[in-house]
């Protein structure tokens, strides 16, 4: 690809005094205008990555340039050009919304002219815009969150971290915030490095994924693509005559090979990507077998994550402990 990527790392490692590299020598390209997910249980190496990337913590070893600056020679350019949204929002409890959004512009430099302007668009477009004058120790997690990405935004970055952005958030603020975040990447085309726990979350937002396990990457790509390495959609059906399971396998096999499946059905691993449950349910119905059930299996991310790892991510997040930390400084 001709154009410069927008986030890339080459053998970047993070070490601390007292324990295991954090981040093991990981390589990263991520596009201008793309959602990068970034997945991994806690301990991963999820934020210490961010915290780097980010100028707030030095590598060391390897590089990382952002927007096409280094970021242990180039930290403030680098800043210039990035919003970020942390898991701890730097918030003051007796500040307004209105209040944190005046400080942040001046901040940023913004002119006074459009100080108050800027802020007022932001709060009214997160939903702020009723609590605007509202001490921010009062807010909901979920309004919080919102005011925190807002201040990220102030001075329209081109490339946006966000790290567990919806962590403890309810389905409804979750929903809101995405929606933001969706119409940032197809109005303005600003670039998303997304560090979450939530699968179906990255699944359906990103447009590619990382996992990073014990401080490495064990995968990378598309969701569809990271789910075609492991296999191919299984298709389970139940005659609802059990003296038919004979015919209902013969039909079947004409999608796939046989796999292990209920006693009572038939289950085949599809043999063609472009075949549906639609062509089986006609194929079964052309041959007069009713069912009982009938079931599609599509590969998850969490089979990608069990796959690539040993563990799933709901499992590895029992075993797993806080990261390695230091204070982070900026570059």
Do not use: C
């Not at 702020?128 to 001490?135: E, S, V």
């Not at 699968?199 to 790509?221: P, S, T």
């Not at 299984?234 to 209920?262: C, H, M, N, W, Y």
């Not at 077998?289 to 079931?295: G, K, N, R, V």
């Amino acid at each position: 690809m001709s154009e410069q990527p927008a986030i890339e790392t080459h053998g970047l490692v993070r070490e601390f005094k007292k324990g295991p590299r954090a981040v093991d020598g990981i390589d990263l390209r991520v596009e201008p205008g793309e959602v990068y997910g970034f997945l991994g249980p806690n301990g991963a190496g999820k934020s210490t990555t961010v915290h780097m990337l980010t100028t707030l913590l030095p590598p060391s070893a390897g590089s990382a340039r952002v927007g096409g600056h280094d970021v242990e020679a180039e930290g403030a350019e680098v800043r210039s050009l990035i919003g970020a949204a942390l898991q701890e929002a730097a918030l003051d409890p007796f500040l307004t919304a209105r209040e944190h959004m005046r400080l942040q512009t001046a901040l940023h430099g913004l002119p006074r002219s459009e100080r108050a302007a800027r802020g007022d668009q932001l709060i009214e477009r997160l939903g702020l815009a009723d609590a605007a004058d509202r001490r921010v120790g009062g807010y909901s997690g979920g309004m919080k969150r919102r005011l925190d990405l807002a201040l990220a935004l102030v001075h329209k970055p081109r490339i946006l971290f966000l790290d567990e952005p919806t962590t403890g958030l309810d389905p409804h603020s979750r929903r809101n915030l995405w929606e933001e975040i969706q119409r940032l990447v197809a109005d303005r085309g600003v670039t998303v490095f997304l560090t979450t726990q939530y699968l179906e979350e990255a699944d359906v937002v990103a447009r590619r994924i990382g996992i990073i396990d014990q401080g490495r990457i064990v995968a990378d790509g598309t969701p569809d693509e990271l789910k075609e390495q492991i296999g191919r959609p299984s298709v389970e059906a139940i005659p609802a005559d059990q003296a038919e399971l004979g015919r209902t396998k013969e039909v079947l096999r004409r999608f796939g090979s046989a796999v292990p499946g209920t006693p009572r059905g038939a289950t085949v691993r599809m043999a063609n990507g472009g075949m549906s449950l639609a062509d089986v349910v006609r194929a079964l119905d052309g041959e007069n077998i009713a069912l009982e059930h009938l079931e599609l299996h599509a590969p998850t991310l969490d089979d990608v994550f069990l796959a690539k790892t040993g563990r799933s991510l709901e499992s590895a997040e029992d075993a797993a402990g806080p990261e390695e930390s230091e204070e982070p400084v900026p570059a």
